[in-house]
């Protein structure tokens, strides 16, 4: 395989770029990929705690491009899965402190010494985004089923396109099946009618994934809960598996009526 | 005396450009001849150096009439004629025929004219949210107008696909321009100086729809 590097992005804030960036980037370590979780948000740096590695960053993104030192010496190596690496952000610094040119730079580099390497880009549309885009070469866009996150994923998706990403794919994240069959919540069907490109993940809405997150223990770690199989299904079709959408109604099947609808084939 | 006076004349009007001589149904035939006459030497001063619209409303149009219309109006009184005017169809296939130009003069300079003399623009994609199209005549666009997107022209606006952005057609103030959305589920449509609001809750919501203005008013009208 040639080396990837994909930009993980939405647009809007707090949609989950940060969680999928992590829990991706494990699991496409532990199907024995080398790889790269690099911290795109200059100066809002998140990546490392929900990855659990914070107390071990020594140098980071900045101190690379100015040339404070060596790649290799600021990856911070993920001690619990072989194969991860985290390249932080800085905190101290801002989005100004890098620049386009330094970014592509960076990316070559990256390109040169790991099988994949996930950017997680900042919100917005400004020189941050374009930062953590202009040197990958594919995007995932990372949506929650609300009418303000799917037009900013649109109009993220333009600017991709015009960027030349390909493929650009979409992880809808938090859906609530529930709602959806109330009729509360925007379905699958209605996002992609909208923002047509395609889809590579759906992620329920589990509370396993606010735990994890604030324990700094990404689900494809272990956990075994749906959201968990659902973003490890997301890494195998990155890496080109064919693997069908999950039934979020499983749970469904859960409990007493659960089982009782199970056994008479409802 | 008294009928006399209640005979429609023929009358002389100022267009944008060009002047229109009208010839009105209620005259007979033979009539024709002496009004355009007198008409024309009352106005004679006008008429030197000026394109004329030949306005022959719905009048049955002979070779014989057209024949006569052409040596003893047109080259008699010598005018410089823009083009012919009729609503009868046979006439103007005559007229056609003869190579002349026939209906409302396309060098007017009046404000829709100039809309359609731009090219249409044919988009066959959709807009994503931030994206913008301008354009001096109209625009058809096959695909999607997705919310976030906009699309403004001076003339007419056609969204063969789901328009849920914002339109504005005849934004230079042409209010005989018009929007056509395939699937309407936009919440605002804009066409010259007018705009007006939709939610979800609106009867056209999901509809085929155009809208148009009608006078100080934009209406909507779900087509079939």
Known sequence: ?266 | MEREKEKPAVVLKGGAGHLRLVVPDGLPDPEVWPALEKAIQEAHHLLEGSRVVLDLQGRPLTEELIGRMLKDVIWNYGLSILSWVSFDSGGQNLLRKAGLAVGEPAAAPSEPRQARSVQTLLLDRSLRSGQKVEHPGDVFIIGQVNDGAEVVSAGNIVVWGRLQGLVHAGAEGNVSSRVIAKSFEATQVRIGRLFSTFDSASPWYGKSVLFAVEGDALIAKELP
Not at chain 1, 101 to 127: V, Y
Not at chain 1, 138 to 148: G, K, L, N, R, W
Not at chain 1, 151 to 178: F, H
């Open chain 1, 1 to 266: 395989m040639d080396p990837r590097i994909i930009v993980v992005t939405s647009g809007k804030g707090g949609v989950g770029k940060t969680t999928t960036t992590a829990n991706l980037a494990v699991a496409l370590a532990k199907a024995g990929y080398k790889t790269a979780a690099v911290d795109g948000d200059i100066g809002l740096r998140n990546l490392d705690v929900v990855l659990g590695l914070e107390n071990r960053i020594v140098f980071n993104l900045v101190d690379v491009v100015e040339g404070a030192c060596k790649l290799q010496k600021a990856m911070v190596r993920d001690k619990r899965v072989e194969n991860l690496f985290l390249l932080p952000a800085a905190q101290t610094r801002t989005k100004d402190a890098v620049s386009a040119e330094q970014m592509l730079k960076l990316c070559d580099e990256l390109r040169e010494n790991f099988d994949i390497t996930l950017i997680d880009s900042p919100a917005g549309i400004e020189q941050g985004f374009r930062n953590a885009a202009i040197g990958a070469d594919e995007a995932i866009v990372v949506t929650t089923p609300e009418v303000s996150a799917v037009r900013d994923a649109d109009r993220i998706i333009g600017m991709l396109e015009s960027m030349s990403k390909s493929p650009i794919r979409l992880v809808l994240n938090r859906l609530r099946p529930a709602m959806v069959k109330s009729g509360d919540m925007i379905d699958v069907k209605d996002v992609l009618d909208i923002l047509a490109i395609e889809l590579i993940g759906v992620i329920p809405d589990d509370t396993s994934v606010v735990i994890s997150t604030n324990k700094g223990e990404p689900l494809t770690l272990g956990d075994e809960s749906l959201a968990a199989k659902a973003f490890s299904n997301v890494a195998r079709r990155i890496l080109g598996e064919e693997v069908p959408l999950l039934d979020l109604d499983a749970p469904d099947q859960k409990g007493f009526f659960g089982f009782l609808r199970k056994a008479l084939g409802l």
